[in-house]
């Protein structure tokens, strides 16, 4: 029989098994969770509470300079102020924290029992007068930093946008790696840790003048939340030259005694570039500020950064950009790290300014070259009609760029898209953007290819008699109409050094059908014809045809057709028949210099011999050379080139274009220019040399005859090298 004293240790036993099961169990469990804090998570925490012990503050960097060839700086950083303002004053938290402290003090006692709501109108009131003190202070800024109280709230949110976008990246991204960690979903409160970017200050105004800090700085105590601190804003103190053209060396109509006074304002503005203040998402892929491993790259883009927009900023952004550096400091002793900023390094471009700011002074439509002239004989553009387009001076034996000029250039009062609208096209940088029919500029380039590849003979005659088809007189015709006798200009037979002195159509058809296509545009690409030679960010490859059919071939035989390419591709082709067929690709900035290409293109030495004869005829033959002379309106004639101690061998292209098309307000279409562009290609040979220094190109849109057009323009450019020491 079972008694109660044989029942109590029984149950006993039990219970102390049961609860020291119990104690095992919370024990695993203890020990589990300390496994998962120390193994699992050990780095993860053991990174937060490092984080809370350091703090890091970045140092800033220097952009590095760009100089142009004679070391003229023309973009440089300047040291100025930025005015910053702590985040909570931005938000307003500032006013509502503040508020909520005064209204606490006084009513401590009844602050308990009281709800929410009732504390949140107790605190309404006091935040009032924080609130007024904050837009007096927006105002405050507004007015130093010139600019309307809209533009500073439009910044302010920007930066709330900003940063909200940030803290929300960061906490998805701690969200995913606790859920990884854990195995499972983690609650927001566990991620949401407030981020950097709301306990920093950030920037309201930037580049402020010494007298704009100075007034801040004498206030600064009653301003919350803002500092004045130091940083540094992109300048270009080279922003205009004045510049004096002798006109004694211009076409008779234009000729007189008087030296032109211009004053070449945003000067080097096309080239340079610009800079943005907002990095992009393409800035920050390319380079991150975290990288994917977890690291810090100090050179990485951050929001707020700058960035090289265009130009030769944008094309030299890592040369120029520099890397911050960093100080970080443990808050528990003190100690600090520092990491010295490496600031960006200088480039130097081949431009020489000078001489660029000469040639855009010729090219500007008030000096009258540019400017539809009687003697132009443009019968599609009225008298007087500005005439825009490119100029390109490259010295030989380097590729070197020395001035490389578009017209119009963009009016800084405008807006980008009346500038973007507007039919002259501004924006658009012809030397590298602008695509054009390359006209009889490409006459020389096919003959020396046709000739090298044994596909006509480099002495061959061919019979011109203003037509090239027999029986089809009325297309593929010679260039001279001529309206007394009712026909085109028969040039009889010819060689290869008359036909390119005179210009004429059917020589070169006859070297495009013999070719082929295909062997044609290989040997334009061989010239580095359709692919855009690195130069400038928004250069145009240019288009070539690939399949194309003989009657392509026999108009790309005279650079009509299906071809069209920037001036630039023009010069460097027209720089590798100057050097015996070795191209070489253009350069701008001397520290892309390794980035330099170059290739033999396998022509003749007899063929380089006749082109470039043929081209000297052009230049001085005066009955006949396309180059060479100007027919007034007086009857009488002039020659092109009139600076006596240099040798030019020169090339001309009147170029067929289609007709610039607009459409009004009402959707109407009209014709606003017409006409042919003017092509005028010049090797110039210093005095008392004997090998080609420079090959000056220049293209004009509309303009028509090559030699009537854009020939004085070169002319005056060598007045221009003469001037600035080059011949």
């Not at 149950?11 to 203890?30: E, K, N, P, Q, T």
């Not at 990095?279 to 491993?293: F, K, L, N, S, T």
């Not at 443990?330 to 990491?339: A, L």
């Not at 250069?539 to 790309?556: C, P, Q, T």
């Amino acid at each position: 029989m079972t008694t109660l004293r044989d029942i109590i240790p029984s149950m006993f036993h039990r219970r102390l098994l049961l609860l020291l099961s119990v104690m095992a169990l919370a024990i695993g469990l203890l020990g589990g969770q300390l496994y998962r804090l120390t193994v699992v998570q050990g780095k993860t925490w053991r990174d937060e509470a490092e984080s809370v012990l350091r703090s890091k503050r970045l140092l800033p960097t220097v952009r590095g300079k760009i100089l142009d060839r004679r070391g003229r700086v023309l973009a440089e950083d300047r040291p100025c102020y930025d005015v910053t303002v702590s985040y909570r004053v931005i938000t307003g938290e500032w006013a509502y924290g503040e508020a909520r402290k005064l209204a606490y003090q006084d009513y401590r006692s009844e602050w308990g029992q009281m709800a929410f709501d009732e504390r949140e109108e107790v605190i309404a009131v006091y935040q009032e007068p924080f609130d007024e003190r904050l837009d007096e202070m927006w105002q405050a800024l507004a007015a130093v930093g010139e600019v309307e109280l809209e533009e500073i709230e439009a910044r302010k949110r920007t930066i709330i946008s900003r940063v909200q976008a940030i803290r929300a990246d960061v906490w998805d991204r701690r969200a995913k790696q606790r859920a990884a960690e854990r195995g499972g979903p983690v609650e927001l409160s566990g991620v949401a840790i407030p981020i950097a970017e709301e306990r920093d200050d950030h920037t309201i105004l930037d580049a402020i003048d010494d007298e704009a800090a100075h007034q801040i700085q004498r206030v600064l105590d009653e301003l919350p939340g803002v500092e004045l601190t130091r940083s540094r804003t992109r300048e270009y103190p080279l922003p205009e030259m004045v510049v004096q053209l002798d006109r004694s060396s211009l076409p008779t109509p234009l000729r007189d005694e008087s030296v032109a006074e211009f004053r070449i304002e945003r000067l080097g503005t096309r080239l340079l570039g610009r800079m943005r203040s907002q990095v992009w998402a393409e800035d920050v892929e390319r380079r991150p500020y975290r990288r994917p491993d977890g690291g810090i790259d100090l050179g990485g883009y951050l929001p707020g950064d700058s960035a090289g927009a265009s130009g030769v900023e944008r094309l030299m952004e890592d040369h120029l950009r520099g890397i911050r550096g960093q100080v970080e400091r443990r808050r528990d002793t003190g100690q600090e790290q520092r990491i010295p900023p490496q600031p960006g390094e200088d480039v130097s471009l081949t431009i020489d300014m000078a001489l660029q700011a000469r040639v855009r002074a010729l090219m500007n439509p008030a000096f009258g070259l540019t400017r539809v002239q009687p003697w132009h004989e443009n019968e599609q553009t009225p008298l007087d009609t500005p005439l825009f387009g490119a100029a390109i001076v490259m010295e030989v034996d380097s590729g070197d760029v020395i001035a490389m000029v578009s017209t119009p250039e963009p009016d800084p009062d405008q807006t980008y898209e009346q500038l973007r609208d507007d039919p002259d096209q501004p924006l658009v940088n012809r030397a590298v953007s602008g695509v054009y029919e390359p006209g009889s500029t490409l006459k020389p380039i096919v003959y020396l290819l046709a000739a090298s590849q044994g596909h006509i003979g480099v002495d061959q005659h061919v019979e011109c008699n203003g037509h090239f088809l027999e029986d089809r007189p009325g297309i593929y015709r010679c260039w001279g109409w001529r309206p007394e006798l009712n026909r085109y200009l028969e040039h009889g037979p010819l060689d290869a050094v008359e036909a390119i002195a005179r210009s004429c159509n059917i020589f070169f058809y006859q070297c495009g059908r013999n070719m082929g296509a295909e062997a044609l545009v290989a040997g334009l690409r061989e010239f580095g014809f359709g692919e855009a030679t690195g130069l400038l960010p928004g250069e145009e490859n240019g288009l070539m045809a690939r399949n194309m059919s003989l009657s392509n071939a026999i108009m790309l035989g005279i650079g009509q057709g299906p071809i069209a390419v920037p001036p630039i591709q023009v010069a460097s082709a027209h720089a590798a028949v100057a050097r015996g067929g070795y191209w070489l690709s253009p350069v701008l900035v001397n520290e892309q210099r390794h980035k330099q290409t170059s290739r033999e293109v396998r022509v003749s030495p007899r063929a380089i011999a006749k082109a470039l004869e043929g081209m000297y005829d052009s230049s001085y033959e005066m009955n006949y050379g396309t180059g060479a002379g100007l027919s007034l309106p007086d009857g009488s004639r002039e020659p092109v080139i009139t600076m006596e101690d240099v040798v030019v061998r020169t090339k001309t292209g009147t170029a067929q274009a289609s007709p610039q098309v607009v459409e009004d307000d009402d959707g109407e279409r009209r014709v606003i220019r017409s006409g042919s562009h003017s092509w005028y290609v010049a090797h110039v040979q210093k005095p008392g040399e004997d090998r080609v220094a420079y090959v000056i190109t220049v293209m004009i849109e509309y303009g028509g005859s090559g030699g009537r057009v854009s020939g004085p323009v070169v002319n005056q450019i060598l007045y221009a090298l003469r001037e600035e020491g080059y011949l």
